[in-house]
């Protein structure tokens, strides 16, 4: 209970005025007692009493007989404005008294955070906001919080992490130091949120390049996901695509063309986020090509110097490794370059047979092979 004593002069019919504002207390639907002091003067008869919302604008006017104080029926949580006149037997009001104005006792006005949706397993802030009409402090209240949340009271702050998928329905209070308190409900889902792109890793083969003499390539992985990996695709960037067999624990047989293919495997989250990873495989089908195309490129060579540079050209699929060569005399070295190479080789007189060989990355060989006589 509140009570609020203003004296004020006023002019006219009405000396010396007392007027007493007393609130009503916790009730929604409260009340307002306008009271003041008896005018001295005699040719006073009785009172009229106003009130309103706003300075100077009396929406509610009341005849109090020739009692001292009136009691108006009002509105929680409400500014209003009131003041008073006095009349003689004609009835004619007097001059009003000087206004007076008070806030109604109202519970805290508490805002609805509407419905929310959280990640369980997630880390949750939502603060409660409300306001008391008369400025009182507010403390808050929750029931049917989501499991692993708590309110703290003073603030209104809701923190925790939910522990429990499911639809919660709670009920929160704000109140204020008198007792006067309001309700707002509202709808609380946790849910599985996914925020997080998958995780994959190719665990075999865990070289790459790779290299092989297949013409596929067995490749397994694993992925994950904050919520769960639905898929794991594979493309080659030399033509072909597919789906892995799993998705946490996955593989897949690739289909491969001669030389270096590029794979892709990318894993999907039911969000459609993905992550990509590659892997290099050189798939080695064919046995490596070798020419000579120096000092001629028939089979066979007359010459009269006794050393001669043969020159020629290799090619494989994946790689020449090296160029070799050995004459019919028992000579034999290792040619400068490899896809374009270079010997510089003796030749006694007499037909001598130069043979160069080729060898690729997986061991295959090619060969090619010169007469040389020598004169
Ligand atoms: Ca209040
Ligand atoms: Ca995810
Ligand atoms: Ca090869």
């Given at each position: ?114 419905t929310l949706t959280s990640g369980v397993n997630t880390t949750v802030?939502v ?17 049917g919080l989501p499991f692993g949340l ?8 809701i923190?925790g992490i939910p522990t429990t998928l499911g639809s919660y329905t709670v ?15 509202f709808a609380w889902t946790i849910a599985v949120v ?182």
């Amino acid at each position: 209970m509140h009570r609020y004593r203003l004296y004020r002069y006023a002019p006219g019919v009405l000396s010396f005025i007392c007027l007493c504002l007393v609130h009503a207390s916790a009730a929604l639907a409260g009340t307002l007692t306008l009271a003041w002091d008896p005018s001295t003067s005699t040719t006073v008869t009785g009172y009229y009493a106003y009130l309103g919302t706003s300075s100077g604008t009396y929406t509610v006017f009341a005849d109090a007989g020739n009692a001292t104080s009136y009691t108006f029926t009002v509105e929680p949580g409400t500014r209003y404005f009131l003041s008073v006149s006095a009349h003689g037997d004609d009835g004619s009001p007097g001059p009003l008294a000087p206004e007076v104005t008070a806030v109604t006792e109202g519970a805290p006005v508490l805002l609805n955070p509407g419905t929310l949706t959280s990640g369980v397993n997630t880390t949750v802030r939502v603060s409660l906001l409300a306001s008391d009409p008369n400025g009182d402090q507010v403390t808050f209240g929750a029931a049917g919080l989501p499991f692993g949340l708590t309110l703290d009271a003073p603030s209104g702050v809701i923190t925790g992490i939910p522990t429990t998928l499911g639809s919660y329905t709670v009920a929160a209070t704000a109140s204020d130091s008198k007792g006067n308190s309001s309700q707002q409900a509202f709808a609380w889902t946790i849910a599985v949120v996914d925020t997080l792109a998958p995780t994959l890793a190719i665990t075999s083969p865990v070289t790459s390049p790779f290299l092989t003499t297949s013409t596929q390539v067995s490749v397994a992985g694993t992925a994950g996901d904050d919520v769960g990996v639905t898929g794991v695709s594979w493309t080659n960037a030399r033509g072909g695509s597919g789906t892995a067999t799993g998705t946490t624990a996955w593989s897949a047989a690739v289909p491969l063309v001669g030389g270096s293919n590029g794979l892709a495997f990318t894993a999907r989250d039911a969000a459609g986020r993905t992550t990509t990873r590659t892997l290099t495989v050189s798939a080695d089908l064919a046995a490596p090509t070798i020419r000579i195309t120096s000092p001629t490129t028939s089979t066979s060579y007359r010459t009269s110097s006794s050393s001669l540079t043969i020159r020629g050209s290799a090619a494989d699929d994946t790689g020449v490794r090296t160029v070799t060569w050995r004459t019919s005399s028992g000579r034999t070295g290792t040619a400068t370059g490899t896809t374009s190479w270079s010997a510089s080789v003796p030749f006694g007189i007499g037909t001598t047979t130069f043979a160069v060989t080729v060898t690729d990355s997986v061991g295959r060989t090619g060969s090619a092979t010169l007469s040389v006589t020598r004169r």
